[in-house]
């Protein structure tokens, strides 16, 4: 290599230095040169040796007689280097985020005890859906939900698990590694504490990232759960069956009155409200598929015929009205403003038209 490369050379040319001749080489760096290479060879080949000899160069490293001095040396070098702990920060707090994430994976029943926290979060979550306790799907429902927030914690467990190990692995391993260092170089264990500490917090990050993963699951989840329950009440097939006799059995004027709407939301635990959004969604698709609607109005005409239904409202004809009927209003209000649940109890768009 050329000596004179490393020195800065001015638009005149090369600069001098006092003391140094810059014209010859010294040939006192010719032997330390050949020092510094063979020193790199060594420790280049150091990754071509098997386990036996380097244990045999331990050995007799840590069995000579000058290695107390060489050890002494690394000292006085490290001190004036001052590679030591000269910025080491204090304990740095918990990072807000991680402890949100863990909050929210508690307050779901994914973290912490098992025992109450998924059935409570699935009962929280089938209750804000249903809008109350009556519904008769809800223990369905809530079955669903806990068994699939009982899948999402016990993936996130396992992953939380094996990430435990790989941390823990990796950590033990350089700590050993540290120690082992130590009876050659000078490290103290202040030092291999903070280097515990960059390992974790270098492993914090993927362990954000599973539990950030892990809240967005359980969060489509609830969300779904929520949107699917308010999108689709479907009524039991029970309150089907009476809803859909009466309407057929009153064909000629499917208006009930308000004691008719009453009792039929007795007789299917449902509400007077979606009573009278039944009826109305009901008799728009009885208008838009008539032929349809006609198989339909002859099969319970038929069950009718066939005998009483236990789900009978009291004497009726096709085309008088009942004492549990009112005379249909041209134009009711009923339809005019627009229903939001069909003929099975699910919600629709209030636009979906009106009677005419």
């Known amino acids: 290599m050329d000596d004179r490369m490393g020195h800065p050379v001015g638009i005149m040319g090369q600069q001098t230095y006092p003391g140094l001749d810059h014209g010859t080489p010294n040939p006192d760096q010719e032997p330390r040169k050949q020092d510094i290479g063979e020193i790199l060879q060594q420790i280049m080949n150091i990754t071509d040796q098997c386990l036996d000899e380097a244990q045999a160069r331990k050995h007799t490293l840590n069995c000579h007689r000058m290695k107390p001095s060489l050890f002494s040396v690394l000292c006085e070098i490290k001190e004036k280097t001052v590679l030591s702990l000269r910025n080491t920060q204090e304990e740095e707090p918990p990072d807000p985020q991680l402890m949100r994430l863990d909050n929210m994976l ?13 059935a409570g979060a699935a009962a929280s979550a089938s209750a804000a859906a249903s809008g109350g306790p009556g519904q008769p799907d809800n223990a369905i429902e809530h079955s669903d939900y806990r068994a699939k927030l009982a899948q999402i914690r016990q993936i996130y467990h396992q992953e939380l698990e094996k990430y435990e190990q790989a941390c823990n692995e990796f950590t033990t391993h350089v700590m050993n590694l540290l120690r082992e260092q ?3 170089r000078p490290i103290t264990p202040k030092e291999i504490e903070r280097m515990v500490q960059i390992i974790h917090k270098k492993f914090s990050s993927i362990q954000m990232q599973l539990k950030q993963s892990t809240c967005e699951a359980v969060m489509i989840l609830r969300s779904r759960f929520l949107d699917a329950r308010r999108k689709r009440r479907n009524f039991s097939k029970q309150a089907s ?7 057929y059995s009153h064909l000629s004027n499917p208006y009930p009155s308000e004691e008719a709407k009453e009792e039929l939301a007795r007789k299917c635990n449902i509400t007077v409200s979606q009573v009278s959004n039944w009826f109305g969604n009901k008799r728009i698709r009885y208008k838009k598929n008539i032929g349809k609607a006609q198989e339909e109005a002859n099969l319970y005409a038929a069950k009718k015929a066939a005998g009483a239904s236990p789900y009978s409202m009291g004497p009726s004809s096709q085309g008088t009205p009942t004492p549990m009927m009112s005379p249909a209003p041209p134009g009711g209000p009923q339809d005019s ?7 099975n109890g699910d919600y629709s768009s209030p636009m979906s038209g009106y009677d005419s």
Request: aromatic share 10%; proline share 3%; glycine share 20%.
């Open 106 to 118: 508690i307050a779901e029943g994914v973290a912490g005890p098992e025992k109450g926290g998924g």
């Open 182 to 184: 130590s009876r050659t």
């Open 241 to 247: 069956e009476i809803l859909n006799e009466y309407f």
């Open 337 to 343: 403003m627009g229903y939001s649940m069909n003929m």
